[in-house]
């Protein structure tokens, strides 16, 4: 079982409200990454991290914001809520050696 | 463009028995190809990573197989179980960026019952 975790697992907000997603590793991994995965749908790559006060934007492009002080902390935040983010969020890290990517339990976000 | 395709889409089995899962892919140039386990509501676990060189790998009732010259790869689980109900998601990675870019499949969903 991998150490990183993600809170809140359930989110339920309005329309307009700003929310963080928080992404947490005890593992000293590097770069860390946030996913969008939409029902039957593959894994998109939004943001990722090489290390402290590193953030690059993925392939998909998206509204939300992230921030990278702590090599353990990787929040993504929503500055206005709209029901297209209405979505799975997954944060993931990796190591150096094997690249191998571990994955958080995700949140489950939906807009109203 | 790379792409990784899964086949099929969904898939039921009943309790006990084998079946085999499908991924091609177009990624190049390949690094690693993965497949993850993901339930419900979860995030993705590995189960295997090979290499170009590796043909079959296992992981107890697990076994991937690779054929780097087709572009393809199959995950054959055998003797079911209800617990191995989830998605299965093939992973190629490629070696020409710093990243080690990632390319999901879209999974395949398996149910079993008993």
């Known amino acids: 079982e991998a150490d990183i975790y993600q809170t809140p697992r359930y989110l339920v907000i309005g329309t307009g409200k700003k929310i963080t997603l928080e992404c947490s590793q005890t593992?000293?991994?590097?770069?860390m990454y946030w996913y969008q995965q939409d029902p039957g749908m593959e894994l998109h790559l939004i943001h990722y991290s090489y290390g402290v006060n590193s953030t690059e934007k993925g392939d998909l492009s998206s509204e939300s914001t992230v921030s990278r002080i702590r090599t353990e902390h990787f929040p993504l935040t929503l500055e206005s809520a709209r029901p297209s983010h209405t979505s799975q969020y997954l944060c993931?890290?990796?190591?150096?050696?094997?690249?191998?990517?571990?994955f958080g339990p995700g949140t489950r976000l939906t807009v109203t | 463009k790379n792409q990784v395709e899964q086949s099929p889409q969904s898939l039921i089995i009943l309790e006990g028995k084998n079946c085999t899962l499908q991924?091609?892919?177009?990624?190049?140039?390949?690094?690693?190809l993965r497949w993850y386990k993901q339930d419900t509501g979860r995030g993705p676990v590995s189960l295997t990573i090979?290499?170009?060189?590796?043909n079959t790998k296992s992981n107890g009732r697990y076994t991937a197989t690779l054929d780097a010259d087709t572009k393809q790869s199959s995950l054959h689980i055998t003797a079911s179980q209800l617990s191995d109900s989830a998605s299965y998601i093939c992973v190629v990675s490629d070696r020409g960026s710093t990243l080690g870019r990632l390319y999901f499949g879209r999974g395949t969903q398996l149910t079993v019952w008993p």
């Open positions: 991924c091609n892919y177009t990624v190049s140039p390949f690094s690693n």
């Open positions: 993931a890290s990796s190591d150096r050696v094997r690249g191998e990517q571990y």
């Open positions: 090979m290499t170009f060189s590796e």
């Open positions: 593992m000293g991994h590097d770069k």
